[in-house]
């Protein structure tokens, strides 16, 4: 797969009654494991009770990067060994999704993708319920249009374990049912797609 770039955006908060100084920084993992040394993207104060603007930092990917989900740790604190606040933003490589000419498509999850994904017929992912569940979950969405809907699941790996729905559904709510009795437990990620607009959530089945 070709090499590209992530591309994250974000702001910083000072909660408290005084100005803070201190740094924003990032560690990427895949799994539990790091596969990015501890980086830093900002440095600056904030007076007490204030906010900053808008801020952006890219993270490189490179093309020999495995299918599986990581996660981008994002933190701040007075310097990089201490974090005081982190937020997570998980990826995606689904193993299934090279495409031709050697790219590979990621999926955001928990963030939205750079630059924001727009459609005609927006789509509203209600989320699955249960979540934990043991065997089976139902995966609920809205459609304000009839359009085109593609459900797939996926395990951690990347791997494509279910597709749900493949089909032009009329608009309203629809509910699709995961059959997972024949999975192992662990962590399953839903990824629906309505045209070029691209919803994903995260699922735990439990045994």
């Known amino acids: 797969t070709a090499p590209?770039?992530?591309?994250?955006?974000?702001?910083?908060t000072n909660n408290t009654a005084s100005a803070q100084s201190g740094v924003v920084f990032y560690q990427a993992f895949l799994g539990s494991n790091p596969v990015s040394p501890v980086v830093q993207v900002q440095s600056g104060s904030l007076n007490g009770?204030?906010?900053?603007?808008?801020?952006?930092?890219?993270?490189?990917?490179?093309?020999?990067?495995?299918?599986?989900?990581?996660?981008?740790?994002?933190?701040?604190?007075?310097?990089?060994?201490?974090?005081?606040?982190?937020?997570?933003?998980?990826?995606i490589i689904p193993a299934s999704r090279a495409v031709a000419g050697g790219s590979a498509e990621w999926t955001?999850?928990?963030?939205?993708?750079?630059?924001?994904?727009?459609?005609?017929?927006?789509?509203s992912a209600l989320g699955a319920f249960p979540n934990p569940f043991?065997?089976?979950?139902?995966?609920?969405f809205e459609l304000?249009?009839?359009?085109?809907?593609?459900?797939?699941?996926?395990?951690?790996?990347?791997?494509?374990?279910?597709?749900?729905?493949n089909d032009v559904l009329a608009a309203g709510q629809h509910s699709v049912e995961f059959d997972a009795a024949s999975l192992p437990s662990g962590v399953y990620i839903y990824r629906l797609v309505t045209g070029t607009q691209v919803e994903t959530g995260r699922m735990t089945l439990v045994k």
């Open 49 to 91: 009770m204030s906010s900053s603007p808008t801020l952006s930092f890219s993270v490189g990917v490179p093309g020999s990067a495995p299918a599986g989900l990581y996660t981008v740790a994002i933190s701040a604190g007075p310097n990089t060994g201490t974090a005081v606040a982190t937020d997570e933003v998980t990826v």
């Open 144 to 165: 304000e249009a009839s359009a085109r809907v593609e459900l797939v699941v996926y395990d951690v790996r990347g791997r494509e374990v279910a597709t749900l729905a």
């Open 108 to 123: 955001l999850v928990d963030a939205q993708p750079w630059p924001a994904l727009e459609a005609a017929a927006r789509t």
């Open 134 to 140: 043991a065997d089976r979950t139902e995966i609920g």
């Open 4 to 12: 590209g770039t992530a591309n994250f955006t974000y702001t910083v």
